[in-house]
C-alpha cells in the first residue's frame, strides 16, 4: 500500500445466513463489523437471516438496489448441506462474478484447515454498481476472508490495483 492516496470509507451491509445464530451469539458477523469499523469503512447495515434462498435475495436485491450501499459481505449458507443456499440466492444477482476470490480463498484456507477447504462455495461478484463476498460462517473463514483479501481490496491505496479505484466505472454499459 501506498499513502500517497487518501482512505476512501465505504458503506458496507454485513449478512448473517443461519437459521439458529441471534445477534448474542453472532460471533462472525461481530468479527466483521469489527473489522471493517477499525479499517475506516461505515457500516450501512447488518442483518441476521434464515438461510432461505427468497429471503437472501430479497435482502441482499434491497442493498444492491441502494446506492448508498458499496459493499455486501455475508457469512455463512455456503456450504453443502441442503439448508446451505447462499451460492444459489446471490448468483443469479450477479452482473459479473470475481471467480478468482473463491479460488483464492480457499488457496488460502488450505493453511488453516487443509482439504476441508473444498467444502467451501464462498464466491463474490459485482450486481449494480455493488460489490459482494459470500464468506462460510465459520469466524475463522471471516478472518481470513476479510484480512487476507477484501481488507486490502477494499482500499483505495492498495497498489498495484484496487476494487475501489474500480467503483466510478462499474456501471459503465
Not at 455456503?78 to 478468482?100: C, N, Q
Not at 464468506?135 to 481490496?153: E, F, N, V, Y
Request: net charge negative.
Amino acid at each position: 500500500m501506498t499513502e500517497q492516496q487518501e482512505f476512501k470509507p465505504l458503506n458496507i451491509a454485513v449478512l448473517t445466513v443461519s437459521d439458529s445464530r441471534n445477534e448474542a451469539d453472532d460471533a462472525s458477523g461481530r468479527v466483521l463489523v469489527e473489522r471493517l469499523q477499525e479499517a475506516g469503512h461505515r457500516l450501512a447495515e447488518k442483518l441476521i437471516v434464515p438461510d432461505d434462498i427468497y429471503r437472501l435475495r430479497a435482502v441482499v436485491s434491497r442493498w444492491i438496489a441502494d446506492e448508498a450501499v458499496n459493499v455486501v459481505i455475508s457469512t455463512g449458507g455456503t456450504g453443502l448441506t441442503g439448508r446451505d443456499s447462499t451460492p444459489e440466492a446471490i448468483r443469479v444477482l450477479l452482473d459479473k462474478e470475481i471467480e478468482g476470490f473463491g479460488e483464492i480463498f480457499r488457496w488460502l484456507s488450505w493453511e488453516e484447515v487443509g482439504t476441508s477447504t473444498l467444502q467451501s462455495r464462498c464466491l463474490a461478484g459485482l450486481a449494480n454498481g455493488t460489490y459482494i463476498f459470500c464468506l462460510p460462517g465459520s469466524t475463522g473463514a471471516c478472518r481470513t476472508g476479510w484480512d487476507r483479501l477484501i481488507k486490502t481490496q477494499l482500499d483505495c491505496r492498495t497498489r498495484p490495483c484496487n476494487l475501489v479505484e474500480l467503483l466510478p466505472r462499474v456501471r459503465e454499459r
